[in-house]
């Protein structure tokens, strides 16, 4: 399903009904990427999907598209700030901000944001049951509703050669990405995309919970796999990043009211 097709079976225009902002002011978008940014970090905290100073979210600058914001190294996600996020060019040099980058996500994320043009937003982190699914080496099954967003949109990058800080193992990871809103690296984690923060970040939420219930579904016994045919029309009505941006909103709300000091 398309973005028109979806806005056409949305509530009449007097009923409250939150939709993605546009902007005529590259600050204005700029301070709103950052904005969101922190706030999907803070989330990622809040469910725990923090190891050590592993993990990063990234945000493409709407004027300098070859630049993104980024959270810190060695910060935790809980701790991040607006002010503390830190502007990364091509080369891997912070040109705003006060702290140093993570070498994995400038490696991993440079490419991902240089391969896919389309992409505002890219999440990457070492959730446990991201982690267990890809020492698994396995793709996610249609066995719920929500994992067919996924549904032939996900990639399996099968390989594991240490902790990537080579730029040409970023690429490969973003060749085997392709046109897709996801990639699970084998024995490391997952990676997701989108044209919004929170539509990476819901990817990267709704993914995580897929992989726990595939582990315990087929735990407990045989799954039932959902038709192919079901699973692409679930993939049609789910799948896009408007729809994820919708899906995202309630945990923004709830972050935002808990943690307000997230928009220092």
Known sequence: MSDEEFLDKLPPQNLIFKLPPTFDDVEQERRHRKERLAAALRVFGKLGFEEGVAGHITARDPERTDHFWVNPFGMSFK??????????????????????????????????????????????????HGRAISALGELLEPITQD?????????????????????????????????????ILRNHGLLTVGDSVD???????????SCQVQLLAKAAG???????????????????????????????????????????
């Open 79 to 128: 701790h991040v700030r607006v002010s503390d996020l830190i502007l990364v060019n091509h080369e891997g040099k912070v040109v705003e901000g006060r702290y140093p980058v993570n070498e994995a996500a400038f490696a991993i994320h440079s490419q991902v944001h240089q391969a896919r043009p389309d992409v505002v937003a890219a999440a990457h982190s070492h959730s446990v």
């Open 222 to 264: 045989r799954v039932v796999q959902i038709s192919q045919e079901n699973a692409k029309l679930t993939h049609e009505q789910l799948g896009n990043d408007l729809v994820a941006w919708i899906n995202y909103q309630p945990l923004h709300d709830q972050i935002t009211r808990e943690q307000p000091d997230l928009f220092e």
């Open 147 to 183: 994992v067919c967003a996924f549904y032939e949109d996900h990639a399996l990058f099968d390989d594991y050669t240490g902790v990537v800080t080579d730029l040409e193992e970023g690429k490969r990871i973003a060749t085997t990405l392709g046109s897709t809103k996801a990639v």
């Open 199 to 209: 539509a990476a970040a819901w990817w990267f939420i709704t993914m995580e919970r």
